[in-house]
């Protein structure tokens, strides 16, 4: 009896011993942490020197800032060094100490105030001082802010493992403004959200502050982001009514401790949705006099609220146009509202009429002409390329061509055109592809990237924005590696010039830990995944071939019907050959460009291959860089995408014993859906470009599983 008893109660503590290790295990692996997971530090040397040296830590100051950055540090320490560490009032030796230059007295030296000074409001300086006998890790800076942005980082540093002997960084934005878009509706729709729903509970604000809020702004400051758009750019009015800024003013409260400050987008429409006046005419006294009062108001209740981020006359959204009045005229109309409280307005430059036969060449020719005549507090803000957040595209011309106004780029996170949260598609080389594009405005070297940062002409305003991939998803993203795409939006608007495979380490590192053969394969699969998607879904400059939900490929689909449907509009595939002729000879978009890139891409020989099909309309027969015909070019590079989706996956399940089984599995089935989703991109459009080009698909190379007609019956996806 008494053993039976015995027995089971030790089966149930084991029971459930085992089913606390597994939820542990649960909650540990599933995402949510993102990249600031703080796990302990497994090398022990380093965990040793690391506890020697970090005895203690001290901040001076309060505010709400400094309490964010205290908590941070507290439990990232405690859990890094797997114990808790005690907060001293002075400062003490093998310590870290956190504070503002204002409060370091003596303690700051001359040649620390200088370097402080070069490094503006939200910058920072990590050091090892050695001062009155004591040797302490200093995190300091000119705000609060730059004290968190530098807490941050450090924690960053020993997640690394990295020593922090002779620690001396110091870092600083190099853009003002960083910020998210939330394209998120108040029904908690997302558009183009593949995460989930919204993770602003419109219903709940502004009663319920969520842990989630408070996870979310941790994360956007750990990478230096600033400000969130929290709505849709195909913007519902009642943002703006008394009932929904009451929910903004929450949000923004449980942001600002972060820095990040909160804009809405605003329906141009709105003085007539919301405030029943008869017209949104921006040179109606009535109108001017309703956004300048709607201003007051949100300054009212949040006085550090961002600014506007408007979509006008553009795909159905009303606009300033609707008036026979220009977008200066409506932007400025907002700017005049919103500048007494130094509010801001981001302009989307994203418009087509489709009016025209080269779709690409409407949102350059429509602003260009625009340049100088904003307002001072208006942002330009222009997508990365011409058309719309394709694979792959060149650089958008307004980059190289508006030198009195500020650009804001904009980017996009979510991926709507890369496989919605299905396909593992690491965008970082697509941002550095984009910021290091050299647009040669004002000579070689003034890339897209300086152009942003006011280097090469001088801007008052800089910035930059990324449509946002969270929803309520447990890990905010729905696929694991799509983390990287948020964090790396944020650490390279941090840093324009960084490289996206330093980026992707980093987020390796804090996302995974520090195996080294782990580390090594996981860099492989991110830096290779992009170049994938483009060769299996528009290789070679091809772009817009996806079907109506952006997933699927339907080379053949029509927008409307011909001439100036999709086939026409994009790929225009003939009997001769295939891709759209751009040149002068052509659409002449290539003249939107700087002199020396308008030669390069005008010229076939010398246009990037990457682009020849963008901006020229070659023979199937043309002679590509490999000595291949364009044809079987094309046939390679689709086929060279569905390989290296399965170099991937091979690579993947080599590291199955370095993953939690929760991440592993996960991305395991993800790459398998990503794989076959390939293969449909790769033989749907071989086959319709064969029906123009009569060409066999090279015997070596995989041959298509079906024939055309059951691609064009697969259903588009579901989402
Ligand atoms: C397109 C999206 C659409 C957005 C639009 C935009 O399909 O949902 O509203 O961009 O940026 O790519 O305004």
Redesign the pocket.
């Known amino acids: 009896m008494f053993r039976t008893t015995f027995r089971s109660t030790h089966l149930r503590i084991f029971s459930l011993l085992i089913l606390l290790l597994l939820q542990a295990k649960t909650h540990a692996e599933d995402g949510y942490k993102l990249w600031l997971r703080y796990d302990r530090i497994q090398n022990k040397k380093t965990l040793s020197l690391y506890q020697d040296q970090l005895k203690q830590y001290t901040f001076m100051g309060s505010s709400a800032t400094i309490n964010a950055a205290k908590t941070e540090l507290r439990n990232g320490l405690s859990s890094l060094l797997g114990k808790k560490i005690p907060e001293t009032d002075a400062i003490k030796n093998n310590s870290i100490v956190v504070a503002p230059l204002s409060r370091l007295g003596a303690n700051a030296d001359k040649e620390l105030r200088a370097q402080l000074r070069q490094l503006g409001k939200e910058g920072f300086i990590i050091k090892n001082i050695t001062g009155g006998g004591k040797n302490y890790t200093l995190i300091t800076a000119n705000s609060d802010i730059g004290l968190l942005y530098g807490t941050f980082r450090f924690l960053q540093i020993l997640a690394s493992e990295t020593s922090i002997a002779r620690l001396s960084v110091s870092d600083f934005p190099r853009l003002q403004n960083r910020l998210l878009n939330h ?1 998120d509706n108040p029904d908690g729709s997302i ?2 959200g593949y995460a989930g729903r919204s993770i602003f509970e419109w219903n709940t604000l502004p009663g319920k502050i969520s842990r989630r809020y408070i996870d979310y702004a941790r994360a956007n400051a750990s990478v230096g982001i600033n400000g969130t758009v929290l709505n849709n ?2 913007a519902n009015p009642n943002i703006l009514t008394p009932e929904y800024l009451v929910k903004v003013k929450a949000l923004a409260d449980a942001f600002r401790p972060y820095g990040i400050k909160v804009y809405v987008s605003v329906n141009f429409a709105a003085p007539i949705r919301i405030g029943k006046l008869a017209t949104a005419d921006p040179a109606d006294p009535a109108v001017k006099q309703w956004w300048k009062k709607k201003a007051d108001e949100i300054y009212q209740l949040i006085p550090d609220f961002g600014g506007f981020c408007v ?1 006008a006359n ?2 159905g959204q009303p606009g300033p146009q609707d008036y026979g009045r220009s977008h200066t005229d409506g932007a400025n109309m907002l700017a005049e509202a919103l500048a007494p409280h130094r509010g801001i307005v981001m302009w ?1 430059a ?1 418009v087509y009429k489709n009016r025209e036969q080269d779709r690409i060449r409407e949102s350059y020719d429509e602003f260009h002409p625009t340049n100088g005549k904003f307002a001072s507090n208006v942002f330009l803000q222009v ?1 990365n390329g011409p058309i ?2 394709q694979p792959r595209e060149p650089f958008h011309p307004l980059f190289g061509a508006m030198d009195k106004t500020p650009l804001m780029l904009e980017v996009q996170l979510t991926q ?1 055109y890369l496989g919605f949260s299905t396909h593992l598609v690491y965008l970082g080389p697509l941002f550095e592809e984009c910021l290091q594009s050299d647009t040669y405005a004002k000579g070689q070297g003034t890339t897209v990237a300086k152009v942003i940062e006011g280097k090469v002409s001088p801007q008052k305003m800089t910035g930059i924005a990324g ?1 946002a991939n969270i929803g309520d998803a447990r890990n905010w993203t729905a696929h694991p590696f799509a983390q990287a795409n948020w964090y790396a939006f944020g650490r390279m608007s941090w840093n324009p010039e960084l490289k996206a495979s330093g980026v992707i380490r980093e987020w390796n590192i804090l996302t995974f830990g520090n195996n080294k053969v782990l580390l090594d394969g996981l860099q492989q699969i991110t830096m290779q995944s992009r170049e994938a998607a483009v060769n299996y879904m528009g290789p070679l400059g091809l772009t817009m071939l996806m079907d109506i939900s ?1 997933y699927r490929p339907a080379p053949w689909r029509r927008d409307k019907p011909a001439p100036t449907g999709t086939r026409e509009s994009f790929h225009r595939a003939d009997e001769k050959g295939i891709g759209f002729d751009r040149t002068a000879a052509g659409s002449d978009a290539v003249s939107q460009y700087a002199g020396a890139l308008k030669e390069r891409f005008n010229d076939i020989h010398t246009c990037p291959e990457k682009f020849l099909l963008w901006f020229h309309h070659a023979d199937w027969d043309y002679k590509t860089s490999s000595g291949k015909t364009l044809w079987n070019e094309l046939c390679y590079r689709y086929s060279a995408g569905v390989y290296t989706v399965r170099a991937m996956q091979n690579k993947w399940e080599t590291l199955k014993t370095l993953v939690d089984p929760e991440r592993f599995t996960l991305v395991k089935n993800l790459l398998t859906e990503q794989e076959k989703e390939a293969v449909i991109w790769r033989d749907a459009c071989l086959l319709y470009f064969q029906t123009f080009s009569k060409r066999p698909i090279p015997a070596e190379l995989e041959a298509p599983a079906h024939d055309l007609e059951y691609y064009k019956a697969l259903k588009v996806s579901m989402n």
């Open positions: 394209w558009e183009r750019v195909n979509k553009s795909e989307r994203f997508k719309d957040f709507e449509v952006h």
